[in-house]
């Protein structure tokens, strides 16, 4: 921490302080990021080899852990394709503009007490605000490769994360409606004074796990992706780096909207002995573990059960339970 | 009752589910680190191949072509000749076509010396056509007519 207070000095004398600030921490995130990315496509891999009673990557050092980097590299050195047909801007912008949204709302979560990169007032709100955001990119991605296949799974996306969102919102209001304040940070310090809002909110709970595991793209809610129907989806037409754009927002998304849950329901920095960040990692990767296992039990739903399931069954229970909550909110306090 | 019974069944059936897949990843690995280690294959019909005899250090085909009118797909060619001072035919070639072979067996049943047999080889792998075609002799050396003592 000293270090870096000192190397943020050193850059202000350059740069200016909200420069240097805002340098150092784009930096740190988007290194951490990467890393995360690395790690959480091995972890990935090698839980779904155990999962099956296989083993996963082996080869690459050891225990298959240097995996992810080969994987990199050969990406990295991946010929660059761009269709002819293709919205060429578009098709351009779209793997960049997809990181732009997870990045903010990395920036959002608070880490521990004092270090957190940005204390929002409103940061919950925020953070749905632009996780809607990462639609956008994937179907700008979709309709620009101008690919029937794309485009197919481009708009699943833009349905399913519409519908989604909704239950995600809704669980997330009623962690607000107790806690009483859209500030992350004072969230955590609600729960701290309480119990996690876990045990106060089950229900919530649960139906914010179904969200971002809808949200993330990740089976059994694959729909945009779904490999055995649309080839690759909106992401069909995206060779070398640009792919790994869209692959690396995807794990970052998971990581992200985990911490994010984490955050609300499991007590965020909260725990004994560690220090408040590495809590934090670790009730997110406990999150992001449960998803993993999630994928790999269930089978893909069919495009209209998915739909069904998210307008009839979650938005009303979201709804029994944000209305069930405002009463007794208001009958105890 | 009956709307609320099926969600609990369906929620319940997840749960079962997650309890599958959490008791397999538990376990160990069934798989075998496959070019690291090799598995048993003593009982696995491979394509065929002579027998060597521990008595003799050769085969012991005696041209007899019975392999050759029993096989329904043609896969052999076997030519022999009368060594020096024998009474039996020794093969100088024997040649089964792999890739019309179908492993029914017939010749290991019919061969009238028992020398020929299923082999444990199932990794063969080919870039060309000619390359199917084993020269069953080859494992006996330069001279296969006479290599080891002739019986």
Redesign the interface.
């Known amino acids: 921490m000293t270090l870096l207070a000192a190397l943020r000095g050193r850059l202000a004398g350059f740069v200016g302080d909200f420069l240097a600030t805002w340098l150092l921490g784009a930096v740190l995130i988007m290194a951490f990021l990467a890393f995360n990315v690395l790690f959480l496509v091995l972890a990935e891999r090698k839980?779904a080899g155990?999962?099956?009673?296989?083993?996963g990557p082996?080869e690459v050092g050891p225990h298959g852990s240097l995996q992810s980097i080969a994987d990199m590299v050969k990406l990295l050195g991946k010929q660059i394709l761009t269709p002819v047909a293709t919205d060429r801007f578009v098709y351009l912008l779209a793997p960049l503009l997809i990181f732009l949204p997870t990045l903010c709302v990395a920036s959002l979560i608070p880490l521990a007490g004092a270090e957190a990169f940005a204390n929002q007032p409103y940061g919950l709100l925020v953070i749905v605000a632009l996780s809607g955001v990462t639609v956008l990119s994937i179907f700008m991605a979709g309709w620009s490769s101008n690919n029937k296949y794309s485009v197919l799974g481009a708009m699943r996306s833009v349905a399913q994360v519409i519908a989604y969102e909704i239950p995600v919102l809704l669980a997330a209001l009623s962690v607000v409606m107790i806690a009483q304040t859209t500030n992350l940070r004072q969230i955590v310090e609600a729960q701290h004074n309480t119990v996690w809002y876990v045990l106060v909110q089950p229900v919530a709970a649960i139906l914010f796990f179904i969200g971002i595991t809808a949200e993330t793209n990740r089976a059994p809610f694959d729909i945009p992706e779904a490999e055995s129907e649309l080839v690759g989806g909106f992401h069909t037409e995206y060779s070398g780096m640009r792919f790994a754009m869209f692959f690396f927002a995807e794990y970052t998304n998971m990581l992200v909207l985990a911490a994010l849950g984490a955050t609300l329901f499991l007590g965020g920095w909260l725990g004994p002995w560690l220090p408040g960040p590495v809590w934090l990692l670790i009730k997110s990767y406990a999150v992001i573990f449960v998803l993993i296992?999630?994928r790999?039990?269930?089978p893909r739903l069919r495009f209209d059960q998915l739909m069904s399931f998210a307008w009839k069954v979650l938005i009303p229970v979201a709804l029994v339970n944000l209305v069930v909550t405002a009463v007794l909110v208001h009958g105890i306090g | 009752m009956g709307i609320l019974r099926r969600f609990w069944i369906g929620a319940w059936s997840?749960v079962v589910?997650?309890k599958?897949?959490?008791y397999?990843?538990v376990?160990?690995?069934?798989?075998l680190?496959y070019p690291h280690e090799r598995p048993d294959a003593s009982h696995w019909n491979g394509p065929i191949e002579l027998v060597t005899f521990p008595a003799t250090g050769t085969h012991d085909c005696i041209a007899c072509n019975a392999c050759v009118r029993v096989c329904p797909s043609d896969c052999f060619t076997v030519e022999g000749k009368r060594p020096e001072g024998s009474k039996k035919m020794r093969a100088t070639t024997f040649l089964l076509d792999f890739s019309t072979c179908s492993l029914c067996g017939l010749c290991v049943d019919v061969c009238p010396t028992d020398t020929l047999q299923y082999s444990t080889r199932y990794d063969e792998a080919f870039y060309t056509r000619g390359e199917t075609v084993n020269d069953l002799l080859k494992p006996f050396g330069e001279d296969p007519t006479f290599a080891g003592k002739p019986t």
């Open positions: 839980l155990h999962f099956q009673r296989r083993v082996m296992w999630v790999w039990t269930y | 997840l589910g997650l599958v897949t959490g397999h990843l376990r160990g690995r069934v798989t680190f």
